[in-house]
């Protein structure tokens, strides 16, 4: 059904409603273009508008300069940062396009949703219960890694008494203080990288660290030590699944220092979760697809020895723990009718695996 919009808007805020009205997860303004709502994966027009002129579009990038710096967008021709409306919060990315102004802004919702109702299964709770050591949430961007990483943190809030410490770009969900106390630092207001928040974190006397992105090497290694010195550290990478999400983070370090990472690895890796936003049968909404490993002495085994190719094989043969490769998710999906076959078939890694599940 097509999105409409009964007027021209006045201001960015009546998007914003349509947007939260709608339950799209995305909005695209663009200069001298109709704007765009993102609604279950798909892009639509907001029919009933026209395209939005410079002016207007100059006059709501102004209008949200307190929540970011003008200057840093007008030197590297674009920025994150958040903003909240009417309880609901939002990331937004204002980026340069053909010369004019674009922007591009994710509803991240007014509630933290639980695990069960993200349909994600009761074995990632188990990633609340670590008490140190990394864990990693995969997928491509708009795939779900910050809404699971927040009912993570949610959990953890809720149900203990520790210190949690955020570092993100921009803050996404903001955490009040439950049973925890939560910090949380932005990158450009409260810090100016990454690494250099993560290190200063160990002073900081946290419990539990989310470091929102992993982007290079001294990230990583900052990362890798917090999990080693007895905190329990959450991160993400843009990785398709839980072996390249391996891959990368040993490969992002010098050649001549990837045998001790491998090393530091394997001590310090918990659990890896990749995760895919499939549209269901019915068009309503979205499905999660997932792949779980959970290191355990056989797969802490085969990181050390560089045995990466293996580790597919031992997270396939692991369900008796709760791990599961893309192929067995989309088959419990198809089976219980979320998705239809040939879906399953677009997103999956190994066609023949997943048809031999599902004869």
């Not at 539990?208 to 007895?230: P, Q, W």
């Not at 329990?232 to 990472?261: C, K, Y």
């Not at 090393?263 to 995760?275: K, P």
Request: with cysteine.
């Amino acid at each position: 059904m097509p999105i409409a919009m009964a007027h021209e808007p006045d201001d960015l805020v009546s998007l914003l409603e349509l947007m939260v009205d709608a339950r799209a997860s995305d909005l695209h303004l663009t200069t001298n273009e109709i704007p765009s709502l993102r609604l279950h994966g798909s892009i639509q027009r907001i029919s009933g508008m026209s395209a939005v002129p410079a002016a207007w579009m100059e006059h709501q990038i102004a209008s949200m300069a307190g929540a970011f710096d003008p200057q840093e967008y007008l030197s590297r021709k674009s920025v994150d940062f958040g903003i909240t409306h009417a309880g609901h919060r939002f990331r937004v990315n204002l980026f340069r396009h053909r010369g004019g102004d674009a922007a591009a802004i994710r509803h991240l919702g007014a509630d933290f949703s639980t695990l069960a109702a993200l349909n994600l299964p009761d074995e990632i709770e188990r990633f609340t219960e670590y008490q140190n050591g990394l864990v990693l949430i995969c997928g491509a961007t708009g795939s779900g890694k910050s809404t699971t990483l927040a009912s993570l943190i949610n959990t953890i809030n809720q149900n203990t008494a520790q210190h949690i410490l955020t570092i993100e770009d921009p803050v996404e969900y903001l955490h009040m203080d439950q049973g925890c106390i939560v910090h949380q630092r932005e990158l450009n207001n409260d810090t100016n990288d990454f690494a250099s928040a993560v290190r200063a974190a160990l002073r900081e006397d946290p419990d539990v660290i989310l470091v929102g992105e992993m982007r290079d090497a001294e990230t990583m290694r900052a990362a890798l030590t917090a999990a080693e010195t007895g905190h329990l550290v959450f991160s993400t990478l843009h990785t398709g699944d839980v072996v390249g999400a391996v891959r990368r983070l040993i490969g992002a370090f010098p050649a001549n220092e990837q045998d001790a990472v491998r090393l530091r690895v394997s001590q310090s890796l918990r659990a890896v979760l990749a995760q895919h936003l499939l549209q269901t049968n019915d068009g309503a909404g979205r499905v999660p697809a997932i792949e779980l490993m959970f290191v355990t002495t056989a797969i802490r085994h085969l990181i050390t020895a560089n045995k990466l190719d293996q580790l597919y094989s031992a997270v396939e043969t692991g369900g008796g723990i709760g791990m599961r490769t893309l192929e067995q998710s989309l088959a419990q999906l198809c089976r219980e009718n979320w998705i239809s076959q040939e879906t399953a078939l677009m997103r999956c890694h190994d066609t023949e695996a997943f048809s031999r599940l599902m004869r």
